[in-house]
C-alpha cells in the first residue's frame, strides 16, 4: 500500500490521518469540494513529508467534479479509498435535509456505482454512530439502525447502500464508526474547541438541553491508528468497527473537567432547547477492535485536552476573529 485516496481531506478527521499517513511516507491524493481551508486547520501542512502530498479540488455533488475523480482514480491507479466526506450537524440537518441527502445519499451512491467498475483493494467508510439512534445498552457493530435525524437517516442510507454493494456485487467496504473525536486542529464549532476558546476569550457557549447527553471523547491521533489497522488488513472486507475509548461522561461534565485543567471559575455555559431528535447516549463496545488488531486507547482525556488547549492558545488572534458557530455550506 503506497498510495492511498482520502475524500474529505478539509475534515478533522481526514486531514488528522493524512497527517498519518505522511509520517509513513505514504502517497496521498487529497480531495475536498473546497481549497485547503485555514492551516490552524491542517494539520498536515506542517507535515516534513508533505512532498509525498497532493490535493484536488472536487465536489462531488458536481456531475464533472465525480468524473474528473474517477479518471484520477485510474490513472494514478490507487487502490485503497478512505471516504470522511458528507455533510455533518444534527440541528441543522433539519433545516434544509435535501442538502444531507443529496450529499451523503445521491451523490456517494454515484460515486460507488463508478468505484464498482474499477477494482479496488479497499474502501473504508468512515461512519457514525448516530444511524444506531439512542440507546441503554453498549452497542455492539450488529446493533439494528434507528436514525432520528436527517443527518442520521442520510448516514444510515449511505450504510445500507455500501452494504448492499458489498453482499451483492462484492464491494470491498469496511466500515468504522466512531465516538466523539477531538484534538487540536478541530474545528472552533465543535464542543471541545469551543469550550476552550470560550474560556480563552472570555465568551460564553450555548449547552442544548440539560448539557446529560452522554458521550465517549476519543483523542483524533488514537483513531488514525485504528483506521490504519483498518485499513490495511485485507481480510476484513464487509466487515464493521466501533473506535471509542471505554469512559463516557456527559456534556456538562465535560464543561466542568475542561473548566478544572484551565483554572477557570466563572459560569461559561447557558442553556437552550435541546436538539430536535437527538440521542442522549451513545455508548460503542469497541472490543471487537481491541481484541483483532490489538489497539488501544492511549492518549487520556486530560492530556488530550492539554494538547488542544496549548494548540489553541498558540492560534488564539485566529480564534479571536473566528465565529463559534457551524456556517451551513450546500
Known sequence: MNKILIIGSNSFAGSNFIDYLLKKKIKVYAVSRKNEINKEYLIYKKNKHIDY??????????????????????????????????????????????HWYQTNVVSNSMLIKELNKIKIIKYLNF?????YGHTHKLLKETNNFSPTTPY?????????????????????????????????????????????ISILTNKKIPIHGKGDTLRSFIYMED??????????????????????????????????????IMKCKKKIHYHIKERDGKDLKYTL???????LYSWRDETNLESGILKTIDWAKKNINFFKKTSLKYIHKK
Not at 64 to 69: E, T
Not at 127 to 131: D, I, M, S
Not at 168 to 190: A, M
Open 53 to 98: 502530498f497532493k490535493f484536488y479540488k472536487i465536489n462531488l455533488n458536481v456531475k464533472k467534479d465525480l468524473n474528473k475523480l474517477i479518471r484520477i482514480i485510474k490513472n494514478k491507479k490507487i487502490k485503497y479509498i478512505v471516504n470522511f466526506a458528507a455533510q455533518g450537524m444534527v440541528a441543522e440537518s433539519w433545516v434544509n435535509p435535501e
Open 127 to 131: 461512519t457514525t454512530p448516530e444511524v
Open 152 to 196: 442520521a437517516i442520510s448516514r444510515s442510507a449511505q450504510d445500507l447502500n455500501l452494504i448492499a454493494y458489498n453482499k451483492t456485487l462484492n464491494f470491498p467496504v469496511v466500515f468504522t464508526r466512531t465516538s466523539n473525536i477531538y484534538g487540536p486542529y478541530q474545528k472552533s464549532y465543535r464542543i471541545i474547541p469551543k469550550i476552550i
Open 223 to 260: 483513531v488514525s491508528s485504528a483506521l490504519y489497522k483498518v485499513l490495511i488488513d485485507k481480510k476484513n472486507n464487509g466487515e464493521t468497527f466501533h473506535i471509542s475509548t471505554k469512559n463516557f461522561i456527559s456534556i456538562l461534565e465535560l464543561v466542568k473537567i475542561i473548566k478544572k
Open 285 to 291: 463496545n469497541s472490543n471487537k477492535i481491541r481484541k
